[in-house]
Protein backbone atom coordinates (compact mmCIF):
# COMPACT_ATOMS: atom_id res chain seq x y z
CA UNK A 1 0.00 0.00 0.00
CA UNK A 2 1.15 3.64 -1.07
CA UNK A 3 0.86 6.42 0.88
CA UNK A 4 -1.58 8.01 -1.00
CA UNK A 5 -3.39 4.95 -0.43
CA UNK A 6 -2.68 5.05 3.53
CA UNK A 7 -3.53 8.68 3.43
CA UNK A 8 -7.09 7.72 1.77
CA UNK A 9 -7.52 4.69 3.89
CA UNK A 10 -6.92 7.24 7.03
CA UNK A 11 -9.54 10.11 5.24
CA UNK A 12 -12.40 7.78 4.28
CA UNK A 13 -12.00 6.72 8.12
CA UNK A 14 -12.39 9.59 9.32
CA UNK A 15 -15.22 10.82 7.57
CA UNK A 16 -16.64 8.04 8.10
CA UNK A 17 -17.11 9.20 11.99
CA UNK A 18 -19.09 12.20 11.00
CA UNK A 19 -22.83 11.81 10.47
CA UNK A 20 -23.21 13.58 7.88
CA UNK A 21 -20.78 12.11 5.35
CA UNK A 22 -22.15 9.98 2.80
CA UNK A 23 -21.42 6.31 4.51
CA UNK A 24 -21.36 6.92 7.78
CA UNK A 25 -19.98 4.20 10.33
CA UNK A 26 -22.17 2.52 12.94
CA UNK A 27 -20.01 4.30 15.31
CA UNK A 28 -20.97 7.41 14.33
CA UNK A 29 -24.57 6.63 13.89
CA UNK A 30 -24.97 4.97 17.18
CA UNK A 31 -23.11 8.10 18.57
CA UNK A 32 -25.47 10.67 16.92
CA UNK A 33 -28.46 8.61 17.94
CA UNK A 34 -27.41 8.76 21.62
CA UNK A 35 -27.08 12.52 21.61
CA UNK A 36 -30.95 12.59 20.36
CA UNK A 37 -33.54 13.39 22.91
CA UNK A 38 -35.78 10.81 21.51
CA UNK A 39 -32.94 8.36 22.77
CA UNK A 40 -33.44 8.89 25.98
CA UNK A 41 -36.70 9.20 26.12
CA UNK A 42 -36.80 5.67 24.35
CA UNK A 43 -34.41 4.48 27.01
CA UNK A 44 -36.82 6.14 30.08
CA UNK A 45 -40.19 4.08 28.53
CA UNK A 46 -37.69 0.85 28.29
CA UNK A 47 -36.50 1.45 31.36
CA UNK A 48 -40.14 1.90 33.33
CA UNK A 49 -41.20 -1.16 31.72
CA UNK A 50 -37.72 -3.07 32.85
CA UNK A 51 -38.34 -2.26 35.91
CA UNK A 52 -42.17 -2.08 36.61
CA UNK A 53 -42.97 -3.50 39.98
CA UNK A 54 -39.97 -3.45 41.91
CA UNK A 55 -37.76 -1.94 44.22
CA UNK A 56 -34.34 -0.67 44.49
CA UNK A 57 -34.24 -3.90 47.31
CA UNK A 58 -35.07 -6.38 44.35
CA UNK A 59 -31.97 -5.50 42.12
CA UNK A 60 -29.19 -3.66 44.75
CA UNK A 61 -27.79 -4.30 47.79
CA UNK A 62 -30.02 -2.22 49.88
CA UNK A 63 -29.98 -1.09 53.95
CA UNK A 64 -32.76 1.11 55.57
CA UNK A 65 -30.39 3.42 57.92
CA UNK A 66 -31.44 5.72 61.13
CA UNK A 67 -30.10 8.87 61.78
CA UNK A 68 -31.35 12.14 63.87
CA UNK A 69 -33.25 13.25 60.28
CA UNK A 70 -34.94 9.55 60.32
CA UNK A 71 -34.61 6.84 57.91
CA UNK A 72 -32.14 6.84 54.71
CA UNK A 73 -31.82 4.31 52.13
CA UNK A 74 -27.79 3.29 51.73
CA UNK A 75 -27.24 1.28 48.44
CA UNK A 76 -23.51 -0.40 49.09
CA UNK A 77 -21.54 -2.32 46.65
CA UNK A 78 -17.71 -3.63 46.88
CA UNK A 79 -15.24 -4.92 44.61
CA UNK A 80 -11.98 -5.55 44.58
CA UNK A 81 -9.20 -3.17 43.65
CA UNK A 82 -5.31 -2.65 42.98
CA UNK A 83 -4.76 0.39 44.80
CA UNK A 84 -1.06 1.08 45.89
CA UNK A 85 0.37 4.27 47.25
CA UNK A 86 4.09 3.06 48.21
CA UNK A 87 6.20 5.22 50.01
CA UNK A 88 8.20 8.03 48.71
CA UNK A 89 9.61 9.79 51.55
CA UNK A 90 8.10 12.99 50.60
CA UNK A 91 8.90 14.61 53.84
CA UNK A 92 12.90 14.43 52.71
CA UNK A 93 11.84 15.81 49.28
CA UNK A 94 9.83 18.73 51.05
CA UNK A 95 13.35 19.30 52.68
CA UNK A 96 15.14 19.49 49.23
CA UNK A 97 12.76 21.71 47.95
CA UNK A 98 14.32 25.11 48.05
CA UNK A 99 11.18 26.83 46.43
CA UNK A 100 9.06 25.95 49.01
CA UNK A 101 10.89 29.23 50.93
CA UNK A 102 9.82 32.55 50.20
CA UNK A 103 11.61 34.75 47.23
CA UNK A 104 13.38 31.55 46.12
CA UNK A 105 12.65 30.34 42.30
CA UNK A 106 13.87 28.29 39.84
CA UNK A 107 17.64 30.66 39.36
CA UNK A 108 18.10 30.73 42.93
CA UNK A 109 17.33 27.32 43.85
CA UNK A 110 19.87 26.27 40.88
CA UNK A 111 22.67 28.76 42.56
CA UNK A 112 22.44 27.98 45.83
CA UNK A 113 22.32 24.11 45.23
CA UNK A 114 25.18 24.48 42.80
CA UNK A 115 26.97 26.08 46.54
CA UNK A 116 26.34 22.96 48.58
CA UNK A 117 22.85 24.32 49.99
CA UNK A 118 20.86 21.15 48.96
CA UNK A 119 18.16 21.10 51.48
CA UNK A 120 16.04 23.53 53.69
CA UNK A 121 17.94 22.45 56.17
CA UNK A 122 21.26 23.55 55.07
CA UNK A 123 20.04 26.37 54.51
CA UNK A 124 19.69 27.40 58.14
CA UNK A 125 23.31 28.04 57.67
CA UNK A 126 23.32 30.18 55.08
CA UNK A 127 23.85 34.42 55.91
CA UNK A 128 20.67 35.28 54.01
CA UNK A 129 17.90 32.26 54.20
CA UNK A 130 18.72 31.04 57.90
CA UNK A 131 15.75 32.85 59.59
CA UNK A 132 13.05 31.82 57.00
CA UNK A 133 14.29 28.07 56.19
CA UNK A 134 14.49 27.47 60.73
CA UNK A 135 10.91 29.08 60.60
CA UNK A 136 9.78 26.44 57.49
CA UNK A 137 11.39 23.25 59.67
CA UNK A 138 9.74 24.18 62.95
CA UNK A 139 6.59 24.67 61.11
CA UNK A 140 6.66 21.80 59.25
CA UNK A 141 6.83 19.39 61.86
CA UNK A 142 3.56 21.10 63.31
CA UNK A 143 1.57 20.89 59.94
CA UNK A 144 -1.33 18.64 59.13
CA UNK A 145 -1.92 17.61 55.93
CA UNK A 146 -3.98 20.50 55.11
CA UNK A 147 -1.43 22.73 55.81
CA UNK A 148 1.29 20.97 53.54
CA UNK A 149 -1.29 21.30 50.93
CA UNK A 150 -1.58 24.64 51.22
CA UNK A 151 1.98 25.50 51.15
CA UNK A 152 2.35 23.14 48.31
CA UNK A 153 -0.78 24.82 46.19
CA UNK A 154 0.50 28.08 47.16
CA UNK A 155 3.90 27.71 45.40
CA UNK A 156 3.94 29.64 41.92
CA UNK A 157 5.78 27.18 40.30
CA UNK A 158 2.44 25.24 39.02
CA UNK A 159 3.11 22.37 37.36
CA UNK A 160 5.85 20.91 39.86
CA UNK A 161 3.65 22.11 42.36
CA UNK A 162 0.74 20.29 41.12
CA UNK A 163 2.72 16.80 40.79
CA UNK A 164 4.37 17.51 44.39
CA UNK A 165 0.75 17.36 46.08
CA UNK A 166 0.05 14.00 44.19
CA UNK A 167 3.52 12.93 46.17
CA UNK A 168 2.17 14.13 48.86
CA UNK A 169 -0.63 11.43 49.24
CA UNK A 170 1.95 8.84 50.42
CA UNK A 171 1.62 11.29 53.99
CA UNK A 172 -2.37 10.02 54.15
CA UNK A 173 -3.71 6.25 54.84
CA UNK A 174 -5.81 5.28 51.93
CA UNK A 175 -8.48 4.85 54.12
CA UNK A 176 -8.30 8.77 54.53
CA UNK A 177 -9.44 9.20 50.99
CA UNK A 178 -13.06 9.81 50.15
CA UNK A 179 -13.98 9.23 47.00
CA UNK A 180 -17.26 11.21 45.91
CA UNK A 181 -19.85 12.77 43.61
CA UNK A 182 -23.26 13.83 43.89
CA UNK A 183 -26.15 13.67 41.46
CA UNK A 184 -28.31 17.23 42.16
CA UNK A 185 -32.40 18.16 40.37
CA UNK A 186 -30.13 20.99 39.01
CA UNK A 187 -27.48 23.33 38.94
CA UNK A 188 -28.16 25.23 42.12
CA UNK A 189 -30.56 25.83 44.65
CA UNK A 190 -32.36 22.28 44.53
CA UNK A 191 -32.39 19.21 46.32
CA UNK A 192 -29.33 16.37 46.29
CA UNK A 193 -31.18 13.55 44.67
CA UNK A 194 -27.85 10.97 45.77
CA UNK A 195 -24.52 10.99 47.24
CA UNK A 196 -22.49 8.46 46.62
CA UNK A 197 -18.57 7.99 48.25
CA UNK A 198 -15.56 5.27 47.91
CA UNK A 199 -13.65 4.03 50.26
CA UNK A 200 -10.45 1.97 50.04
CA UNK A 201 -10.63 -1.15 52.59
CA UNK A 202 -7.34 -3.42 52.15
CA UNK A 203 -7.87 -4.82 48.89
CA UNK A 204 -10.97 -3.91 48.18
CA UNK A 205 -13.37 -0.43 47.38
CA UNK A 206 -16.86 0.03 49.30
CA UNK A 207 -19.19 2.53 47.71
CA UNK A 208 -22.04 3.34 49.71
CA UNK A 209 -24.88 5.64 48.19
CA UNK A 210 -27.73 7.45 49.76
CA UNK A 211 -30.71 8.09 47.66
CA UNK A 212 -33.55 10.72 47.79
CA UNK A 213 -36.52 8.64 48.03
CA UNK A 214 -38.21 11.96 47.97
CA UNK A 215 -37.68 15.42 49.17
CA UNK A 216 -38.19 15.06 52.58
CA UNK A 217 -35.14 12.99 52.85
CA UNK A 218 -32.51 15.57 51.76
CA UNK A 219 -31.20 16.58 55.44
CA UNK A 220 -30.81 12.38 56.25
CA UNK A 221 -29.02 11.86 53.08
CA UNK A 222 -26.64 14.58 53.81
CA UNK A 223 -26.52 13.51 57.46
CA UNK A 224 -25.39 10.26 56.68
CA UNK A 225 -22.69 11.38 53.44
CA UNK A 226 -21.16 13.72 56.58
CA UNK A 227 -20.64 10.05 59.38
CA UNK A 228 -17.95 8.89 56.46
CA UNK A 229 -15.79 12.43 57.09
CA UNK A 230 -13.74 12.96 60.21
CA UNK A 231 -10.50 15.24 60.91
CA UNK A 232 -8.48 12.99 58.51
CA UNK A 233 -10.70 12.98 55.91
CA UNK A 234 -9.25 13.89 52.01
CA UNK A 235 -11.84 14.69 49.46
CA UNK A 236 -11.14 13.37 45.88
CA UNK A 237 -13.31 14.46 43.23
CA UNK A 238 -13.96 15.14 40.09
CA UNK A 239 -14.63 18.86 39.31
CA UNK A 240 -15.93 19.05 43.29
CA UNK A 241 -13.90 21.88 44.27
CA UNK A 242 -16.23 24.34 42.32
CA UNK A 243 -19.39 22.27 42.38
CA UNK A 244 -19.66 19.22 44.77
CA UNK A 245 -18.50 20.60 47.48
CA UNK A 246 -19.78 23.68 47.81
CA UNK A 247 -22.97 22.54 46.93
CA UNK A 248 -23.37 20.20 49.79
CA UNK A 249 -22.40 22.95 51.92
CA UNK A 250 -24.90 25.30 50.45
CA UNK A 251 -27.33 22.26 51.22
CA UNK A 252 -26.20 21.73 54.62
CA UNK A 253 -27.15 26.01 55.35
CA UNK A 254 -30.67 25.28 53.57
CA UNK A 255 -31.32 22.24 55.78
CA UNK A 256 -29.41 23.35 58.93
CA UNK A 257 -26.71 20.91 59.22
CA UNK A 258 -23.49 21.18 60.90
CA UNK A 259 -20.88 19.95 59.16
CA UNK A 260 -17.19 20.42 58.42
CA UNK A 261 -16.58 20.29 55.10
CA UNK A 262 -13.59 21.95 55.13
CA UNK A 263 -10.98 19.45 54.32
CA UNK A 264 -7.89 18.55 52.46
CA UNK A 265 -9.60 18.62 48.97
CA UNK A 266 -7.96 16.72 45.49
CA UNK A 267 -9.33 17.63 42.51
CA UNK A 268 -8.46 15.05 39.92
CA UNK A 269 -10.17 17.06 37.14
CA UNK A 270 -6.84 19.58 37.85
CA UNK A 271 -4.33 16.76 37.83
CA UNK A 272 -5.70 15.02 34.86
CA UNK A 273 -5.28 18.13 32.65
CA UNK A 274 -1.81 18.73 33.63
CA UNK A 275 -1.09 14.98 33.40
CA UNK A 276 -2.46 13.39 30.46
CA UNK A 277 -4.12 16.76 28.51
CA UNK A 278 -1.97 16.49 25.63
CA UNK A 279 -3.02 12.82 24.96
CA UNK A 280 -6.60 13.05 25.46
CA UNK A 281 -9.61 14.62 22.81
CA UNK A 282 -11.12 16.38 26.41
CA UNK A 283 -10.30 15.78 29.89
CA UNK A 284 -14.01 14.54 31.02
CA UNK A 285 -14.25 11.61 33.20
CA UNK A 286 -15.93 9.55 31.03
CA UNK A 287 -13.05 10.15 28.20
CA UNK A 288 -10.72 9.25 30.71
CA UNK A 289 -12.23 5.96 31.72
CA UNK A 290 -12.70 4.81 28.04
CA UNK A 291 -9.07 6.06 26.50
CA UNK A 292 -7.23 5.07 29.20
CA UNK A 293 -8.59 2.44 31.49
CA UNK A 294 -11.12 0.71 28.57
CA UNK A 295 -13.76 1.41 30.30
CA UNK A 296 -17.03 1.65 27.95
CA UNK A 297 -20.24 2.57 29.69
CA UNK A 298 -23.29 1.17 28.43
CA UNK A 299 -26.76 3.03 29.26
CA UNK A 300 -25.50 5.74 30.77
CA UNK A 301 -27.57 8.87 31.36
CA UNK A 302 -26.21 12.46 30.58
CA UNK A 303 -26.52 15.03 33.66
CA UNK A 304 -29.19 17.11 31.92
CA UNK A 305 -31.38 14.25 31.64
CA UNK A 306 -31.10 13.40 35.38
CA UNK A 307 -33.59 16.10 36.66
CA UNK A 308 -36.37 14.74 34.19
CA UNK A 309 -35.57 10.90 35.07
CA UNK A 310 -36.01 11.68 39.17
CA UNK A 311 -39.31 13.46 38.16
CA UNK A 312 -40.53 10.31 36.34
CA UNK A 313 -39.76 8.49 39.34
CA UNK A 314 -41.30 10.39 41.92
CA UNK A 315 -44.56 10.83 39.13
CA UNK A 316 -45.33 6.87 38.62
CA UNK A 317 -43.31 5.49 41.51
CA UNK A 318 -41.01 3.46 39.13
CA UNK A 319 -37.30 3.38 39.96
CA UNK A 320 -36.27 2.44 36.25
CA UNK A 321 -35.41 6.19 35.78
CA UNK A 322 -33.06 5.93 38.41
CA UNK A 323 -31.44 2.98 38.23
CA UNK A 324 -28.97 4.31 35.53
CA UNK A 325 -28.25 7.28 37.71
CA UNK A 326 -27.19 5.20 40.78
CA UNK A 327 -25.01 2.81 38.38
CA UNK A 328 -23.39 6.18 36.61
CA UNK A 329 -22.74 7.50 40.21
CA UNK A 330 -21.52 4.39 41.69
CA UNK A 331 -19.25 3.87 38.83
CA UNK A 332 -17.78 8.06 38.88
CA UNK A 333 -16.38 7.24 42.68
CA UNK A 334 -14.76 3.92 41.81
CA UNK A 335 -13.17 5.18 38.53
CA UNK A 336 -11.97 8.60 41.02
CA UNK A 337 -9.94 5.45 42.97
CA UNK A 338 -8.22 4.28 39.87
CA UNK A 339 -7.50 7.69 38.48
CA UNK A 340 -5.43 8.54 41.70
CA UNK A 341 -3.48 5.60 41.46
CA UNK A 342 -2.21 5.77 37.89
CA UNK A 343 -1.64 9.67 38.75
CA UNK A 344 0.10 8.89 42.01
CA UNK A 345 2.64 6.14 39.72
CA UNK A 346 2.40 8.79 36.98
CA UNK A 347 4.37 11.76 39.05
CA UNK A 348 6.63 9.09 41.07
Excluded at 273 to 286: A, H, I, R, T
Amino acid sequence: MTQDDNFEEYLRKMLSNSISSANPSSEAKSKARKLSPSYYSDLKEKLLMEYEGKNLEDVMDCRKCEGSFGEVLKIKTSQKIDFSIEDNNFKNQMNHNLKLLPKIGVKTEENLKNKGYDTIESLTGHDKYCDVASKFLSRIEDMDYLDIMTVLDQNKYTKKCRNNILKSISLKDPEDFKFMDIETKGLSNVPIILIGVAEIKGSKIISSQYFLRDYTEESSIIEAYLTHLDEDSVHVTFNGKTFDVPFIKNRCRYNRIEGNLDLPHLDLMYFAKSLWGDELPNCQLQTIEREMFGIEREGDVPGQYIPGYYDTYLERNNIGPVVPIIEHNCQDIISLASFLDKMYRDVN
